[in-house]
């Protein structure tokens, strides 16, 4: 039982390329999410996907796209990265709602955009 | 403005003293409050979660308390190892906004032998 699993743990990117971080969940849950985390700053919230099939935004969506693939697994796509994207990015997903059960964090993807 | 203060920022305590982490917050109206612990390179792992009617919970050697009408809490960690070394963050679940959650920055704790 993997939990939350992230590809990749670490990637360089230059200003305009393109990447997609992959995250996948094996405990059967219908919600997850895309964070970020960036010093000195709580987690902040870019999309997530209540629901096999739906997806919105979260606090910080702009730069970014997503897909919930099916239930395991919810991408996250930059489709044209900036310095200010450098950040570590985190994948969670839990059984309902983020307010009501308990959310499972992957071990993150450290992101460097130069 | 919904937001989550903790202090002190950073800690460095020896190994087997007891510390104290505080977390205050002005989320309103609130559901719930949580405590994780993120390991330096790893996700945030669930130490505690209460609801806006309970005062304290305990895991093992960690205890979070909770007064909504200060709309304060701590997270107090006794007997201290080396491997309680992290940082501790506070999130607050905010019922008006679709449940969202409200994340601290975390306190950086460092237990030293």
């Known amino acids: 039982n993997a939990g939350v699993t992230q590809t990749p743990k670490f990637q360089v990117l230059k200003t305009g390329q393109s990447m997609t971080l992959q995250c996948a969940q094996d405990?059967?849950?219908?919600?997850m999410y895309w964070y970020r985390q960036d010093p000195g700053m709580g987690l902040r919230l870019i999309y997530y996907?209540?629901?096999?099939?739906?997806?919105d935004k979260g606090e910080v969506p702009n730069g970014y796209n997503v897909s919930r693939l099916n239930k395991r697994e919810f991408s996250l796509r930059l489709e044209s990265a900036a310095p200010s994207q450098t950040s570590v990015y985190f994948c969670?997903?839990?059984?309902?709602?983020?307010?009501?059960?308990?959310?499972?964090f992957g071990p993150g993807t450290r992101l460097t955009v130069t | 403005k919904n937001q989550v203060e903790q202090s002190p920022q950073s800690l460095i305590i020896l190994e087997g003293k007891n510390c104290t982490l505080q977390?205050?917050?002005?989320?309103?109206?609130?559901?719930?409050l949580r405590w994780y612990k993120q390991d330096t390179g790893r996700g945030p792992v669930s130490l505690t979660i209460?609801?806006?009617?309970?005062n304290t919970k305990s895991n093992g050697r960690y205890t979070a308390t909770l007064d909504a009408d200060t709309k304060q809490s701590s997270l107090h960690i006794t007997a201290s190892q080396l491997s309680d070394s992290a940082s501790y963050i506070c999130?607050?679940?905010?019922?008006?906004?679709?449940?969202?959650?409200?994340f601290g920055a975390g306190t950086i704790l460092r237990v030293k032998s």
């Open positions: 969670a997903s839990s059984e309902g709602g983020a307010g009501s059960y308990e959310q499972y």
């Open positions: 405990m059967n849950h219908n919600s």
């Open positions: 996907s209540a629901s096999e099939g739906t997806t």
């Open positions: 977390c205050n917050y002005t989320v309103s109206p609130f559901s719930n």
């Open positions: 209460m609801t806006f009617s309970e």
């Open positions: 999130v607050v679940t905010n019922m008006e906004y679709g449940n969202k959650l409200v």
